[in-house]
């Protein structure tokens, strides 16, 4: 007897699922599977995958503000799929999480850089926007 939850085998007499404790039905019983048959597909999540596609985004200037979102769907998916364990893409979360975090730090880093640079330097206003420029196009 096969879980309809997760695909794992389980015997004939069981009441539940021994990997994922889904309650098996007598109707999920399957011929056995050939050898070279693929398992049953599981889902992804789709907050991990928005977390890394927003992720990556966030590495373009223009999409900076995406490391926010990112984090925190990376973060809820992570939650997620740690409660249900048929649910893949822990790794799409933590790369988006990830990625999301990197950015935000340059980017706090960039401000900070910008207020001491504006502070310690009382010649002009535009040599802080000349600046500010500079890392900006490094980053």
């Known amino acids: 007897m096969y879980c309809n939850n997760c695909g ?12 994922c404790g889904n309650r098996l039905l007598p109707q999920q019983s399957m011929p056995q599977q050939s050898q070279g048959t693929a398992a049953p597909a599981r889902k992804t999540n789709g907050l991990a995958i928005a977390a890394l596609v927003l992720g990556i985004a966030s590495f373009l200037p223009p999409f900076a503000i995406c490391s926010i979102p990112a984090i925190i769907l990376g973060v809820i998916a992570l939650n997620q ?32 850089f910008g207020i001491v640079v504006a502070i310690t330097d009382s010649s002009t206003s535009s040599d802080f926007w000349v600046s500010a420029l500079t890392v900006s196009a490094l980053i």
Request: net charge negative; aromatic share 6%.
């Open 8 to 19: 794992a085998p389980n015997p004939d007499d069981s009441a539940f699922c021994n990997k």
């Open 81 to 112: 799929i740690k409660k249900e364990p048929a649910v893949e893409g822990n790794g799409m979360a933590m790369a988006g999480l990830i990625c999301g975090s990197i950015v935000l730090f340059l980017w706090i880093c960039l401000i900070i």
